[in-house]
């Protein structure tokens, strides 16, 4: 009811009045699509803050909805999902559910930034948490995974020298990897 703090969206919505006409748009390109094809697929899910949205409908496709890629599933699907303390984590209700019936083909990990430090002590933040487990994701990239980043924009240079950095120490050339993963169509970025 204070209109210092009316929102714009959906307050906009909230406000229209049946057969009010709404010009809306939809999602442009195929970015964040969620590959069917293969049931065995793995798919890493990296995100901040408010980028979690589109995963919310993969977990909630492959494991709370009775679906046919849910009846289908047999991979992994890997959330890592970084906000600034646990009292920010968005879902977290949904995420434990689908941990409990997804099993082993869900994972969840959080990085939150002023709670958690990473290895060399600093703030915990996505791209530190994504790297504690480097060797496995790049296996799972090695056979065929998915890898998306949601979020805000200013993720990705982190991400990315994170990603540089390993591929350094694994004598990899970033630029080929990340041009092979993009040619396979491995990798999904939606940053804003």
């Known amino acids: ?13 909230c406000d229209t009045q049946p057969g009010d006409e709404v010009m809306m748009t939809g999602p442009a390109g195929k970015v964040m699509l969620m590959p069917e094809k293969d049931p065995k697929m793995d798919l890493i899910m990296v995100a901040t803050g408010t980028g979690i949205a589109p995963y919310r409908g993969f977990i909630r496709r492959l494991f709370m909805e009775d679906t046919p890629a849910a009846e289908k599933y047999e991979g992994q699907a890997w959330l890592f999902l970084g906000v600034a303390n646990s009292d920010a984590l968005l879902y977290d209700d949904e995420w434990q559910e689908a941990k409990a019936k997804g099993g082993d083909n869900f994972r969840l990990d959080y990085a939150l930034s002023r709670e958690q430090t990473n290895k060399n002590g600093g703030k915990m933040y996505i791209q530190d948490k994504v790297e504690e487990y480097a060797d496995e994701i790049f296996t799972k990239l090695d056979n065929g995974a998915h890898i998306y980043f949601c979020g805000l924009k200013g ?20 630029d080929e990897w990340i041009k092979g993963l993009k040619k396979a169509k491995q990798w999904h970025v939606e940053v804003y």
Request: hydrophobic fraction near 35%; charge should be negative.
């Open 1 to 13: 009811d204070d209109p210092a703090k009316k929102g714009i969206c959906s307050n906009f919505l």
């Open 155 to 174: 993720m990705m240079p982190g991400i990315q020298d994170m990603l540089k950095g390993v591929c350094a120490s694994k004598d990899v050339e970033y």
